[in-house]
């Protein structure tokens, strides 16, 4: 069954410095998304992704968020200067026409 | 706005007993409703989907559009379902999923 990879599986980043987290999404799907869980709390819509720009982000998506898709494979998420408050872990999804949502196993940023 | 409410943060039952884990929406239209499965926080796994009507792992869910419901249903409750359950919802215009906070079930032997 295809899958969404992510990775690192954990990542641990002094603040300010800048982290990518990176997910390879489902060869065929068009839509791709980058979900955030801080621990123990819900999961949050962070921005998704649609035919090489932004279709939709929230209000957590703010400027020192990014997303690329550098190549036909990879999708991006880069942090600028990270934050005590950043540390979550972050799902990559994707999701094609007629699919339901399939996600990553997540990386687990920890910013100290 | 969509807006997804789960009521319950924790639920503990019996193996073999009934368990329910409920689910309100709000949305103006025909979303899309989806469960969710997280064990010991590792990836979200799809539980279910309204619109394929199937049954996984014994687990159903009907939608209910008049009391705006999708609760998730199994007549008798394993110790292996023991996980964080997501409801979630999708709507119209550019897709994208919103979730309920998220019930812990817990099955006691």
């Known amino acids: 069954e295809p899958e969404v990879t992510q990775t690192p599986s954990h990542q641990v980043t002094q603040m300010g410095q800048e982290v990518i987290l990176r997910c390879v999404p489902i060869s065929n799907h068009l839509y791709f998304y980058w979900y955030r869980q801080i621990l123990g709390q819900k999961v949050e819509f962070l921005v998704s992704f649609y035919n090489n720009e932004i279709s939709e982000k929230s209000e957590i998506f703010d400027d020192q968020f990014s997303v690329e898709r550098p190549d036909g494979s990879n999708f991006t998420l880069k942090i600028r200067s990270t934050k005590l408050e950043d540390s979550a872990m972050y799902f990559c999804?994707?999701?094609?026409?007629?699919?339901?949502?399939?996600f990553g196993s997540g990386t687990r940023l920890t910013v100290v | 706005a969509q807006r997804v409410t789960q009521p319950e943060k924790l639920l503990s039952v019996f193996k073999g007993a009934p368990v329910e884990l409920k689910c309100n929406y709000s949305y103006s239209g025909s979303p899309e409703l989806f469960w969710y499965v997280q064990y010991s926080r590792q990836r979200l796994q799809l539980l279910l989907r309204h619109i394929s009507r199937e049954s996984i792992k014994g687990f159903t869910a009907d939608l209910n559009k008049g009391e705006t419901s999708f609760h998730l249903k199994k007549p008798f409750a394993q110790e292996e379902d023991s996980a964080m359950y997501y409801c979630?919802?999708?709507?119209?215009?550019?897709?994208?999923?919103?979730f309920g906070e998220g019930t812990q079930l817990t099955v006691n032997p």
């Open positions: 979630a919802l999708s709507g119209r215009g550019p897709p994208r999923l919103t």
């Open positions: 999804a994707s999701r094609g026409d007629r699919d339901g949502y399939t």
